[in-house]
């Protein structure tokens, strides 16, 4: 799996959720140790809130995640 700016994660819901629901992380900004992306609660909508990880950070929030879209 390699990692690509666009691409739209499904979290499970017992590695990263929101009251049990499982968020959508979008790939905003990619760079070689750190990843911007956004989180959001519906996959239609814009709202969401930019965050920054490093890319250890990262994978394991999508962890037993699916990828959605690109």
């Not at 666009?6 to 968020?23: C, F, M, R, Y």
């Not at 760079?31 to 250890?56: I, P, W």
Request: net charge positive; hydrophobic share 35%.
């Amino acid at each position: 799996m390699k990692l690509q700016q666009g691409q739209i994660w499904k979290t499970h819901p017992d590695v990263h959720s929101n009251a049990g629901e499982p968020l959508y992380l979008r790939i905003v900004e990619l760079e070689r140790l750190a990843v911007g992306y956004k989180e959001m609660r519906e996959l239609g909508t814009q709202d969401g809130k930019h965050k920054d990880a490093t890319k250890k950070e990262f994978c394991r929030l999508i962890k037993r995640a699916e990828l959605v879209g690109e």
